[in-house]
């Protein structure tokens, strides 16, 4: 069993920084990870993800070359920088992991969450 836990979220103005980190309970290490994020009244969407094995990435073309999703298996942690935000990047931010190493942009591949953290971009 894993949990995650996000942390890291809070209120920025339009294009600054934050940086997110999820921290795993349990060994994550060969897992392919993601962030998601909701927005009000969204559905929930893709953000980034790390394979499990050399850590390539995918990204959303919303987050591409402002976010960047990183992971250090040693502290059992992934990691969303995100730069350039916009008022549009406001959200619940979610972590997720999934058994295996393949990326993965869909949030029916994950089998285990965190609770979400808030990001709220102001303009």
């Known amino acids: 069993q894993v949990q995650l836990v996000e942390s890291g979220g809070g209120l920025v103005q339009a294009g600054g920084s934050v940086g997110l980190s999820c921290a795993a309970s349990g060994r994550t290490f060969g897992y392919a990870m993601g962030w998601f994020r909701q927005a009000p009244g969204k559905e929930r969407e893709f953000v980034a993800t790390?394979?499990?094995?050399?850590?390539?990435?995918t990204y959303a073309d919303s987050a591409k070359g402002r976010f960047t999703i990183s992971r250090d298996d040693a502290k059992n942690s992934i990691y969303l920088r995100m730069n350039g935000l916009k008022p549009e990047d406001t959200a619940v931010y979610y972590c997720a992991a999934r058994r295996g190493v393949l990326r993965s942009i869909y949030g029916s591949d994950y089998i285990y969450w965190g609770q979400g953290t808030q990001v709220t971009v102001s303009s």
């Open positions: 790390i394979g499990g094995d050399v850590g390539s990435t």
